[in-house]
């Protein structure tokens, strides 16, 4: 098992670097950038900008009424006609864009290797302090929704194997597939229009975690006050997410209820509830409980970005989608990082597990 974590963590390093290498070249192709964004909020052209961008050493709007036409920053740059070319040479300067791009990779992968990920562009701030205070919130979300859609799918995967082919299992496929089907933020928007002062009831609040006096809420009243707060985005999350679990428990039971150590338990006078659950749950559940791990990163990283933007919550999810429309690279590589590292520990933990539900699965004579 030691020779086996060693090749999957060797093998972490170049596709780390694959895929920060993709995504850089990616981003060298992209129109627009950090330096077109200061532009156009100093001609006053973008008013999408989050926060007013600060460098490591002053206000970068000095300077922009110079009168010399600087034709080579023009061509470079949309919008640059009319701004001292010296102006623009500080402005890349400043944003690291003064070296070749290749320069720039190197310098980008030597400092994730130590998980120095420098400071936001628009924020003037850690970009790891920034990471860090928005995880909470988005981790949150992704137990909640990991939780919810475990309970609900398991039980309803073993209710529908053992009613398999009656109506039970058809209308509730049916519900599961309709559900599946709606997209999340669809959804989100149709509860807040029903629940949340859009049309009709106003029960839940539009945004946010907490309400405005939570610090002087007792214990039990915060922990209401939270709970209340989280069931729109949760449920909005979590209405399609069980239905993969569903058909996948449904099928692994199916599969194990049909072999021939089934037919022999119940020959020997077993109940169907100690067959099932005492003979059948195990093995069945093997597939279903390894991937809980990659369920839960599934819906951290990738389930509430537009929930978070909906309902305004500050995670990572939006403060993602904010860096990208404001082109703030660092924010964006560094959550990129982060999630492809998470994903591919939480890969090799998916694996781990096997072994730890199942002794048998040995994974020392397997190729990685």
Do not use: C
């Not at 500080?90 to 120095?116: H, I, S, T």
């Not at 946010?208 to 009243?221: H, K």
């Amino acid at each position: 098992m030691g020779a086996y974590i060693a090749r999957r963590l060797l093998l972490m390093i170049p596709t780390i670097f694959g895929i920060m290498l993709i995504s850089f070249v990616i981003v060298q192709f992209a129109p627009g950038g950090p330096v077109e964004r200061v532009i156009a909020q100093m001609q006053g052209l973008d008013s999408g900008a989050t926060s007013r961008f600060s460098g490591g050493g002053g206000d970068v709007g000095r300077g922009g009424g110079a009168g010399q036409i600087g034709a080579d920053a023009g061509a470079k740059y949309r919008g640059a006609q009319g701004l001292d070319p010296k102006f623009i040479a500080e402005l890349e300067k400043q944003f690291g864009f003064d070296k070749p791009a290749w320069e720039r990779f190197l310098l980008m992968v030597k400092n994730y290797a130590v998980f120095d990920f420098g400071r936001s562009y628009f924020r003037d701030e850690s970009v790891l302090k920034l990471i860090g205070e928005k995880l909470p919130v988005s981790m949150s979300l992704g137990l909640w929704m990991t939780l919810i859609s475990y309970s609900v799918s398991i039980p309803l995967g073993i209710a529908k194997a053992v009613r398999d082919g009656q109506r039970f299992d058809a209308w509730t496929s049916n519900l599961i597939i309709v559900g599946y089907a709606i997209p999340s933020f669809l959804f989100a928007m149709l509860l807040i229009v029903l629940f949340a002062g859009g049309s009709f009831w106003q029960i839940f609040p539009l945004r946010g975690l907490m309400s405005e006096n939570f610090a002087e809420l007792s214990l039990p009243a915060k922990i209401g006050d939270y709970l209340w707060h989280i069931v729109l985005p949760v449920s909005a999350m979590t209405l399609g997410a069980f239905a993969t679990q569903t058909f996948l428990t449904k099928n692994s039971f199916l599969d194990e209820i049909r072999k021939q150590y089934v037919q022999t338990a119940r020959m020997k006078g077993l109940t169907e509830n100690r067959v099932l659950y005492g003979h059948v749950f195990r093995n069945a559940m093997l597939i279903v409980v390894s991937g809980f791990p990659g369920a839960f990163v599934h819906a951290f990283l990738t389930g509430s970005v537009l929930i978070e933007t909906i309902f305004s919550l500050d995670g990572l999810g939006y403060l993602s989608y904010e860096s990208i429309v404001n082109r703030d690279y660092p924010v964006v590589f560094a959550n990129l990082y982060i999630f492809a590292l998470l994903g591919l520990v939480v890969n090799l933990l998916s694996d781990l597990t096997y072994t730890w539900i199942d002794p048998r699965i040995d994974f020392e004579t397997r190729e990685v």
